[in-house]
C-alpha cells in the first residue's frame, strides 16, 4: 500500500475526521488532504507523531518501503515486535526482546547465540547447525559489528 492509502485507511479507523487528524498531528485540513490525494507526504516529524498516534512504526507509513530486521538478533521487524525507546517511541533497528526500555538484553554474541540455540534448534535445525548457522550471521548486524 502506499502512504497515502495508509493515512487514510489509519485515520478512518480511528474514526478522525481530516480535521480531528490535522488537529492533532498540528498541520492544516489540507495538508491531511494532501495526503490522503498522494501530492505529499508528511514530513519527518509529523511521521514521528502519526507514528505515536496511531501505534505503527514510521516504516509502516512510508508502506513499508525496506523489510526491516533486528539488528541484533535479525529476526524480521512488524509493528508489534518493533522495540521501544524509553519515551514510547519506536526504534526501528532492534526487536523489543532484544532492546527494551533503553537497555539491550544480551551482552555478548555468545550468549544471544546461546539462548538462539536453546529455543530454535530441532530436529530438522539440529544444534551443531544452528550454532553455526548463528555464529557466522549474528556478527555480521550492525549491533555486533566489531
Known amino acids: 500500500m502506499e502512504t497515502k492509502d495508509i493515512i487514510l485507511e ?28 498522494g501530492e505529499t507526504v508528511p514530513n519527518t516529524e509529523t ?36 522495540s521501544r525507546e524509553p519515551d514510547g517511541a519506536f526504534n526501528e533497528e532492534y526487536c523489543k526482546w532484544c532492546y527494551t526500555d533503553g537497555k539491550f538484553a544480551y551482552t555478548s554474541v555468545e550468549e544471544l547465540t546461546d539462548f538462539l540455540v536453546s529455543h530454535m534448534a530441532n530436529d530438522q535445525f539440529p544444534p551443531d547447525q544452528a550454532r553455526a548457522y548463528f555464529s557466522g550471521m549474528l556478527p555480521t548486524l550492525n549491533h555486533w559489528k566489531k
Open 10 to 37: 489509519l485515520r478512518t479507523k480511528h474514526g478522525l475526521s481530516q480535521d480531528a487528524l490535522a488537529e492533532k498531528v498540528y498541520v492544516t485540513r489540507q495538508a491531511v488532504s494532501r495526503w490522503e490525494n
Open 47 to 82: 511521521l514521528k507523531l502519526l507514528s505515536s498516534l496511531f501505534d505503527v512504526s514510521i516504516n509502516t507509513l512510508l508502506g513499508s518501503p525496506r523489510k526491516l530486521i533486528c539488528q541484533c538478533c535479525g529476526m524480521p521487524l512488524e509493528d508489534g515486535s518493533i
